[in-house]
T-cell receptor, first 116, second 115 residues
Framework: NAGVTQTPKFRILKIGQSMTLQCTQDMNHNYMYWYRQDPGMGLKLIYYSVGAGITDKGEVPNGYNVSRSTTEDFPLRLELAAPSQTSVYFC???????????????FGPGTRLTVL | KNQVEQSPQSLIILEGKNCTLQCNYTVSPFSNLRWYKQDTGRGPVSLTIMTFSENTKSNGRYTATLDADTKQSSLHITASQLSDSASYICVVSAIVTGTASKLTFGTGTRLQVTL
């Protein structure tokens, strides 16, 4: 049981390049999330999904896209990388979402992205 | 605006000592409050989750308290170990709609336990 896995662990992009951050969970969770963590800041929600085929914007979605074709996978796409997207990206999943009290989110190990 | 503030920003303690981390929030309507531990280079791992009706919850040497009236929470670590060196993040969940909530993350307290 691997939990939430993310690839790659590290990546350096040039301005304008594109890439996809991969996220997979093996816990059969319906809810999945993408966050970014900037130095000295709290995690910010980029996009989330409540199930296969359903995605929605979070707090900071500009410059990103997502898809959810299966329950297990939730890739995050950067189309035109910008220096402002330099950050650590975390994928998370939970069994339940909404206001269910104990909808614990399980986080992946993160992807450190640098855009130069 | 929903906010979560943590103090101190960083803390250094000797192994075996106790410490308390603070979290103040202005999130409403309140659903629950979580404490996460984040080791360097890793994702956050949940320590405790508390609803408004719970004022204390323990997980081993970690004890979280919640005062929903003053909107304050604390995380107490007893008999610290070197492995407790990490960032501790306070996260507050607000009810957005009948079935949706929003998490607001604090910036964390970076704890270093030394010999």
């Amino acid at each position: 049981n691997a939990g939430v896995t993310q690839t790659p662990k590290f990546r350096i992009l040039k301005i304008g390049q594109s890439m996809t951050l991969q996220c997979t969970q093996d816990m059969n969770h319906n809810y999945m999330y993408w966050y970014r963590q900037d130095p000295g800041m709290g995690l910010k929600l980029i996009y989330y999904s409540v199930g296969a085929g359903i995605t929605d914007k979070g707090e900071v979605p500009n410059g990103y896209n997502v898809s959810r074709s299966t329950t297990e996978d939730f890739p995050l796409r950067l189309e035109l990388a910008a220096p402002s997207q330099t950050s650590v990206y975390f994928c998370a999943s939970s069994h339940l979402g909404g206001q269910i009290s104990y909808n614990e989110q399980f986080f992946g190990p993160g992807t450190r992205l640098t855009v130069l | 605006k929903n906010q979560v503030e943590q103090s101190p920003q960083s803390l250094i303690i000797l192994e075996g000592k106790n410490c308390t981390l603070q979290c103040n929030y202005t999130v409403s309507p309140f659903s629950n409050l979580r404490w996460y531990k984040q080791d360097t280079g890793r994702g956050p791992v949940s320590l405790t989750i508390m609803t408004f009706s719970e004022n204390t919850k323990s997980n081993g040497r970690y004890t979280a308290t919640l005062d929903a009236d003053t909107k304050q929470s604390s995380l107490h670590i007893t008999a610290s170990q070197l492995s407790d060196s990490a960032s501790y993040i306070c996260v507050v969940s607000a009810i957005v709609t009948g079935t949706a909530s929003k998490l607001t993350f604090g910036t964390g307290t970076r704890l270093q336990v030394t010999l």
